[in-house]
């Protein structure tokens, strides 16, 4: 199975509006970590949020929050008054085990176009 | 700029080479991760290394190796290069103390096997 799942190859939201990127996930352990990454088209790879799985609020980074469900295994990213600039990949990962000392997965990615 | 560095950019090479990527982690960054990105396998993580010993392995071939030095910059070294290969190869640095998630990555290293 999957440990990562993002269902849409493909999104499309009008500026300024909020979108949400859907991800789930597949662990059978009680401590991991959930990620989300930026890849804009330039190539570069940008850290956005973090959620660990023993937080009881939801991750907040500016713009940026992830919306965590523990019982359905989602860890959907939102992203609010989208800007043009917000057009790239977006990539979940999680890494079992906590934060570290074992290994990421990732997604397969969300291309997300921002729409003037 | 991240201020993680990754030398060399590109890199054009035949099959069976071998071939040396380098990554130098921001100031103070104790942990250096390794990732490939290719069409056919996708994001892939690689291995992780803090503070010079080996902390978590991926999915890694064997003819792929790494180290990270006392100044804290690491190499991964890839042998018997094959076309499969080909990607784009990033590190990134982490271990902030209160945010020790947050990973800093460099511009990658696109790597072409001919």
Known sequence: AQKITQTQPGMFVQEKEAV?????????????????????????????????????????????????????????????????????????????????????????GTSLTVIP | DSGVTQTPKHLITATGQRVTLRCSPRSGDLSVYWYQQSLDQGLQFLIQYYNGEERAKGNILERFSAQQFPDLHSELNLSSLELGDSALYFCASSARRDRDYEQYFGPGTRLTVT
């Open chain 1, 20 to 108: 949400t990127l859907d991800c789930t996930y597949d662990t059978s352990d009680q401590s991991y970590g959930l990620f989300w990454y930026k890849q804009p088209s330039s190539g570069e790879m940008i850290f956005l949020i973090y959620q660990g799985s023993y937080d009881e609020q939801n991750a907040t980074e500016g713009r940026y929050s992830l919306n965590f469900q523990k019982a359905r295994k989602s860890a959907n990213l939102v992203i609010s008054a989208s800007q043009l600039g917000d057009s790239a990949m977006y990539f979940c990962a999680m890494r079992e085990g906590y934060w570290t000392g074992n290994q990421f997965y990732f997604g397969t």
